[in-house]
């Protein structure tokens, strides 16, 4: 597991309701069934602790926890 994907999961926590098991798969509209308010709550969170921009349109390609590891990677680069 990555760091990234450990200070992610992290940040999840709170927004994790249902106490969902994370893995790359798990997807933010089916398995954490969250709204887009939750979202724009969990991406500035995510764009704080990384200190970077999640732009509209990388928002709408992210929909798993793996896809958005691989965002914030690619971004801090």
């Known amino acids: 597991m990555s760091?990234?994907?450990a200070r992610i999961a992290e940040l999840i926590e709170p927004f994790?309701?249902?106490g969902v098991?994370?893995?790359d798969s798990t997807t933010f509209a089916g398995d954490?069934?969250?709204d887009s308010l939750t979202v724009m709550?969990?991406?500035a969170a995510v764009e704080d602790?990384?200190?970077i921009l999640i732009t509209m349109n990388m928002q709408a390609e992210i929909e798993t926890v793996g896809q958005l590891v691989a965002a914030v990677?690619?971004?801090q680069a």
Do not use: G, R
């Open 21 to 23: 098991s994370l893995s």
């Open 3 to 5: 760091d990234t994907f």
């Open 41 to 43: 709550d969990f991406v």
């Open 16 to 18: 994790n309701k249902k």
């Open 49 to 51: 602790e990384f200190d």
């Open 73 to 75: 990677e690619k971004l």
């Open 32 to 34: 954490l069934e969250w």
